[in-house]
């Protein structure tokens, strides 16, 4: 049963920094492409960044410069790292884990900005 598990989100003042962290299991986690994606109330999820099995990433345009994916093999944990939040970036962020058709997704976790 493959099982993502999202942890880092909270409330951070526009200009703060956090860290995501989505640990996985159930699956080979090497041989999957990572990603995250983020869902703002009443709009779409939409992508944020992407590291594929060869460690190759790709970026939103919205958070290119200030977001940062990794990844883990040997934790089998991919992370994100975010600096310099404004308060477009408030949203509930989901970890996938992606090969081919087959897509798995965390329950998300909260990033607030806000004063």
């Known amino acids: 049963q493959v099982q993502l598990v999202e942890s880092g989100g909270g409330l951070v003042q526009p200009g703060g920094s956090l860290r995501l962290s989505c640990a996985a299991s159930?699956?080979?986690?090497?041989?999957?492409?990572m990603g995250w994606f983020r869902q703002a109330p009443g709009r779409q999820r939409e992508f944020v960044a992407r590291?594929?099995?060869?460690?190759?990433?790709n970026y939103a345009d919205s958070v290119k410069g200030r977001f940062t994916i990794s990844r883990d093999n040997a934790k089998n944990t991919v992370y994100l790292q975010m600096n310099n939040l404004n308060a477009e970036d408030t949203a509930v962020y989901y970890c996938?884990?992606?090969?081919?058709?087959?897509?798995?997704w965390g329950q998300g976790t909260q990033v607030t900005v806000s004063s």
């Open positions: 996938g884990a992606l090969r081919g058709p087959e897509s798995n």
């Open positions: 159930g699956i080979i986690f090497s041989r999957y492409a």
């Open positions: 590291v594929n099995d060869f460690g190759v990433t």
